[in-house]
């Protein structure tokens, strides 16, 4: 069964670093494109940063570009998204999902597992 799960998510002051993780029990992960999306009270669930399985492609959505990194370790079946300078306006819920092959779409209807979330939260 296929199951991934975030942990790392918390409540920080603004300007504040965290570190998501997410553990994937996927067969073959390396295959997987992943992906982080997150989605605020009231509001779509929105891309924020992917991976292509090969690990040679990332892509962020612009308002995260230079504060947040995605990461990947194959061999632990793990993804990472490093954030810094954390903003009141990061605050969401942050899912992990994955998709095999493919690039790092920004459509959530293109992932086909998804985690639970994690919930972060920055004050000002």
């Known amino acids: 069964q296929v199951q991934l799960v975030e942990s790392g998510g918390g409540v920080v002051q603004a300007g504040d670093s965290l570190r998501l993780s997410c553990a994937a029990s996927?067969?073959?992960?390396?295959?997987?494109?992943v992906g982080w999306f997150r989605q605020a009270p009231g509001k779509e669930r929105d891309f924020v940063a992917g991976?292509?399985?090969?690990?040679?492609?990332?892509d962020y959505t612009d308002s995260v570009k230079g504060r947040f990194t995605i990461s990947r370790d194959n061999a632990k079946k793990m993804v990472y998204l490093q954030m810094d300078s954390l903003k009141p306006e990061d605050t969401a819920v942050y899912y992990c999902a994955a998709r095999q092959w493919g690039s790092a779409s920004h459509s959530p209807g293109d992932y086909k597992y998804w985690g639970q979330g994690t919930q972060v939260t920055v004050s000002s």
């Open positions: 991976m292509s399985w090969s690990g040679s492609f990332t």
């Open positions: 996927i067969f073959q992960f390396s295959t997987y494109t």
